[in-house]
């Protein structure tokens, strides 16, 4: 649980640096000020959070046919059919 709570919460801090990026640079026009080099900077920075859980899936699934929504429920708690 540990693990989810910190993917939700990095997910959430990238989407706020994401959003309030978008907001300040919409027009071509903001995106010529010499901020806009820091601010790419400090976006990639947050997307880079060493702290991100990787997905480490087994390449072989032994006596697996298929991989349907129940299955992956299983593996993955917070997985939802959109």
Do not use: C, T, W
């Amino acid at each position: 649980m540990e693990k989810i709570r910190l993917g939700i919460d990095i997910r959430n801090k990238i989407q706020a640096h994401g959003d309030e990026f978008a907001r300040k640079y919409n027009l071509k026009s903001s995106r010529r000020s010499p901020e806009f080099d820091k601010d790419i900077d400090k976006l990639r920075a947050a997307m880079n959070d060493q702290k991100l859980v990787l997905i480490e899936l087994d390449a072989y699934m032994k006596g697996a046919v298929r991989n349907d929504s129940k299955m992956i429920k299983q593996i993955f708690i917070d997985f939802s059919e959109e």
